[in-house]
């Protein structure tokens, strides 16, 4: 097995190259969910668990754009590897119709019921009316946000990733003084508390839009052949469909059970803390995530590219297993030395920062532990079904390897452990992260048989 990772040091300066952008990005956005968490929670724990469980529904949002953008860069890398610049403007343009169309739907949905949303989420109704004011501005952010990150992955995809992190640098940026000056009514302007975040997010949000806007028109790189932009015809729409509504499917589902893991949480008989510590460890445990979703973005457009410019079957599946099994050292390392920084930095420091005392404390502790040791298994399937089988043209089965676990493992364990059995936290939490174990043998499975593998570009009549 280990002999896969005998490649020569250009190759690692290659895979570093491409994936420390993302990591830093994927940083910087999952920073500022921290730093969006830590000013909240200034404001107090029911404050905390208000944003939460609006975010419940904010989430199905993001994971729908992540869908997208996941499904754009399928077909980009391959489309990179042949250097056909034509079917790129297709493929964002029909991307950019549909992500707008979804996000549109649902940001409205959002500002005309939000209480009656978030009253299915929760069982205290004064949280949902806290939360409103923040459930009715966030949703419109991403109406922006789908834009600018389809093409930031395309970007990515045609091994431009440092693109993304200057971007939602930027935006991070705007964010986390607007956060300040509206939250808490600085510099003159009013403390809108928890809608002061919605809004903030939503003018970063529209920075982020214009410089994507300004730097799409003036690209060398990728430059946007408007008339195939606009008019991408039905040829790429049926491409798309094929490759990436699978993919949107599994993020939406994957998303909507994710949002049900919360959903749980929130119906257990001290919510309030359960809500506000896994707000503060999910933040957390994202920070130290970064390394294995930069791993695994630089995967798909590593795998994708080899696919597109026509590499052997042979040569596509050792490159495979050496970015999966480097994949899961690094991760073992960093959720080794997670787990350590819990009782000497987390305990003592960050959590009461985050106004976590005694028992929301413990219940932080047990998420931390559990989400830690579970590193590997995570890091694994995020580059074997994001990385490899997606950018190999296998979304159906990724999506049956990313769903199944989840929803006939992970979900029914922590809603009987939380709702019927009344667990402690750390069985609670160990559940929530069930579906990673029973993953990787899946995965390591399909992965194993090579039938992933196939050329998206080229229609199966045409070979």
Known sequence: MFHHLKRGPEFYRYLWRLSLPMILQNLITFSLGLIDTFMVS??????????TTA????????????????????????????????????????????????????????FLFPVQVMDLLSNKHELSV????????????????????????????????????????????????????????????PALGIQGAALATLLARVVEFTICLVCALRSKTIPLDLPCLLRPGMDMLRRFVRYA???????????????LLTVILGYTHNSVEMLAANAVTGNLSRLFLVVCFGLGAATAVIVGKAIGEGQSHAQVMSLTQCLLLFTVVVSAGIGAFALVLIPTVFQPYIFPLFKLFDESARIATAFGVAAFA????????????????????DVTWATVLDLIPQWLLGLP???????????????????????????????MWRIGTGKWIHDVTVDKEDL
């Open 374 to 393: 579970c590193m590997p298994f995570h890091a694994y399937s995020i580059s074997a079904i994001t990385g490899a089988m997606r950018s190999g043209g």
């Open 245 to 259: 509504s699978p993919v949107i499917v599994n993020e939406i589902f994957w998303g909507a059970g994710n949002s």
């Open 130 to 189: 806290l939360g409103a004011p923040y459930l009715r501005i966030i949703g419109f952010s991403y109406v922006f946000n789908v834009l600018s990150s389809l093409y930031v992955s395309a970007q990515r995809s045609v091994e431009n990733p440092n693109f993304g992190m200057k971007v939602f640098g930027t935006s991070t940026i705007v964010n986390t003084v607007l956060n300040y000056l509206l939250i808490y009514g600085k510099c003159g302007l």
């Open 55 to 110: 975010n419940v529904p904010v989430f199905l949002m993001l994971s729908i754009v992540f869908g997208i953008q996941s499904g754009l860069g399928i077909l980009i890398s391959q489309y990179w590897g042949k250097k056909d610049l034509k079917n790129i403007s297709r493929a964002i343009g029909v991307a950019a119709a549909i992500g707008t169309g979804l996000i549109t739907v649902l940001a409205v949905l959002f």
């Open 42 to 51: 200034q404001l107090g724990n029911q404050e905390m668990a208000a944003v």
């Open 413 to 443: 364990l922590t809603a009987l452990l939380a709702l019927v059995w009344g667990a402690g936290p750390f069985a609670i939490a160990f559940a929530t992260h069930a579906e990673a174990a029973m993953k990787v043998p899946l995965c």
